[in-house]
């Protein structure tokens, strides 16, 4: 089902700073990035890509991403100017990739659908939400969701959340491009939903840091908090140039301003190193490094 079009047609822009295209803002250099703005343009990117073999990497919002300096030679498709496309039919909601989980909130609390208030603090949009498995407060993007609409091997598929194999900060779809999803809402009374919106936004607030960052740095280990870990080792607050450990929160690394990959990867080694020494635990990074 792949369109016959030009893959030159497509939006590109070349040799530019990754700043552009993730929330920690950090300095990275990247050879090119696509900016599809339809399904047929992503797909059609992603399969000449594909069948190509370029080395490539698809994201959305690039709010669990950093780019390191072996982004030079990586090729991004960027899913943010893909047009969003969101329709309700009853209580079943149909939403693409690009759609922000933020517009997804918005539009279902309108029509009184619970579902999505507890994650709407969360800067992603749904295709990198469903990739990662996102979660917060006890609720996952999973747990309404009826099936995944993706692109593989050359074609489209849809898949049912049971054939779907979870696991923590892990959604298991590999090699893929995620298109869309589905999911049926429970019906909640509109004021209700909003009051959890803002309690839990509230406490992200409260827990988080506001500056720049990649949300979480490290998955937590098993019955453990990485942040509490990361505290306990005394390293809040340690700064190389302008990357920081959050003094609000251990597993955040914000960037101050002028951050520069070489001083994140500096701190993550500090934290892993530390944390190893002290607890004998191996932090795994939940950020995704390119
Ligand atoms: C301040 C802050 C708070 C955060 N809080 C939370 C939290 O509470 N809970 C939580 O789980 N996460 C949290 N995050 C992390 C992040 O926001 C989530 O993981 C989010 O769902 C990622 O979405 P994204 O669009 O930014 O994905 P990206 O970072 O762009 O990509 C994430 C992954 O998905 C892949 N991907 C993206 N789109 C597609 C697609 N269409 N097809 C195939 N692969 C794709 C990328 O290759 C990458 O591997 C937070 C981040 C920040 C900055």
């Given amino acids: 089902m792949v369109q016959n079009f030009n893959v030159f047609d497509i939006e590109y ?8 295209l993730t929330t920690m ?7 090119i990035v696509y900016y599809p703005k339809n399904e047929e343009e992503l797909i059609g990117i992603y399969n000449y890509l594909t069948i190509n073999n370029i080395n490539f990497i698809v994201i959305g919002n690039g709010s669990n991403i950093i780019f390191t300096e072996k982004a030079r030679d990586v090729t991004v498709i960027c899913t943010k100017k893909v047009c969003s496309k969101i329709t309700l039919k009853n209580n079943i909601l149909t939403a693409n990739c690009s759609t922000m989980l933020s517009i997804a909130y918005n539009f279902t609390k309108n029509s009184g659908l619970s579902g999505f208030e507890k994650l709407a603090g969360i800067p992603g949009n749904l295709g990198g939400a469903i990739i990662m498995n996102a979660s917060a407060f006890g609720s996952s993007i999973f747990d ?18 049971e054939k779907i194999n979870l ?3 892990d959604s298991g779809l ?6 869309s999803a589905k999911f049926i809402l429970p019906k909640k009374d509109k004021s209700e939903i909003e009051k959890d919106f ?19 740095i490290f998955k937590n280990p098993p019955l453990v908090s990485a942040g509490k870990l990361i ?7 340690l700064q190389i140039g302008d990357a920081k450990i959050s003094e609000k ?5 914000i960037n101050l301003g002028n951050a520069n990959i070489n001083d994140i990867l500096e701190l993550i080694f500090i934290i892993k190193t530390k944390v190893y020494k002290k607890f004998n635990i191996k932090l795994e990074e939940e950020v995704r490094l390119v």
Avoid: M, T, W
């Fill in 231 to 237: 505290e306990e080792c005394g390293l809040k607050g």
């Fill in 174 to 179: 590999k090699n893929c491009l995620l298109l």
């Fill in 144 to 161: 309404y969701l009826i099936s995944v609409k993706i692109f593989k091997n050359g074609k489209i598929k849809n898949i049912k959340k």
């Fill in 13 to 20: 822009k070349e040799n530019l700073n990754a700043k552009e």
């Fill in 25 to 31: 803002k950090a300095d990275a250099n990247i050879k």
């Fill in 167 to 169: 696991n923590y900060r």
């Fill in 249 to 253: 929160h251990g597993n955040f690394i």
């Fill in 198 to 216: 803002y309690k839990y936004l509230y406490l992200r607030q409260e827990k988080q840091p506001k500056e720049l960052s990649s949300g979480s």
